[in-house]
């Protein structure tokens, strides 16, 4: 298993080599940062177990910076888990935020940003989990590493199987709607993984703040594939 760090460095050898994930342009500007720290107050004053008010206040955060497509979230300490009891628990709860998050609406086609195998997928069917995920393997130079897509439509999971081969670009999915998607508004929780350990359709995509520096090791950021200038690289 490659390091966060050297997977990084490989990743950033093939910054033209990347199709893009989501029918979007992340360059342009319709497209905004959102911030789901604790200080985002109309977060804190919506009821957030309720999707379709928190759904409203996403599109209005989107609307206040006239922009159609929310972006960020990799390493963000965000308090919006306390919604579900899946990572809010007596122990540490979870709240950092592993992937990047691409909040725009449902049904927009996913795609997969190089050549693919399937190694796994599942509907995580818990309220405020992945919903319906996808979890594809690549290789670059020799080395394995994995790219995991969470909440989206169930038909994306119609026809898959272990070992389906995908092209660069081709089309791997949709995003879901609420409640279908984890019960969250409609966005695409896109990851990168350098090893699975041993999971199979599923894999944390938010950590408690004890677990970072495991999970720094093993999730590198995703922007480096995706290339959107708001965020870091």
Aim: net charge negative; glycine share 6%.
């Amino acid at each position: 298993m490659k390091t966060t760090t050297e997977l990084s460095e490989l990743l950033r050898r093939h910054t033209t080599a990347f199709a893009r994930v989501i029918d979007a342009d992340l360059q342009s500007n319709v497209v905004c940062r959102l911030d789901f720290t604790a200080a985002n107050t109309l977060l804190q004053q919506t009821d957030l177990r309720d999707t379709e008010a928190f759904n409203r206040a996403v599109n209005q955060l989107l609307a206040e910076q006239n922009a159609t497509i929310g972006v960020g979230g990799y390493f963000e300490d965000r308090f919006i888990y306390r919604r579900s009891e899946h990572f809010d628990v007596a122990a540490e709860s979870r709240n950092l935020h592993l992937g990047i998050d691409i909040w725009m609406e449902a049904e927009t086609p996913v795609y997969t940003p190089l050549d693919a195998t399937v190694h796994s997928f599942h509907d995580n069917n818990n309220f405020g989990d992945y919903g319906p995920t996808i979890i594809l393997q690549h290789e670059l130079e020799g080395v394995t590493f994995y790219t995991l897509y969470g909440h989206l439509s169930r038909k994306s999971l119609e026809g898959l199987e272990v070992g389906k081969v995908f092209k660069k670009g081709d089309r791997i999915a949709w995003l879901g709607n609420y409640p279908e998607n984890g019960d969250w508004p409609p966005h695409l929780h896109f990851q990168v993984m350098a090893s699975m350990e041993g999971r199979s359709g599923d894999f944390p995509g938010v950590a408690a703040a004890s677990d970072r520096a495991h999970f720094e090791q093993i999730c590198p950021n995703p922007n480096l594939i995706l290339q959107c200038p708001l965020l870091p690289m």
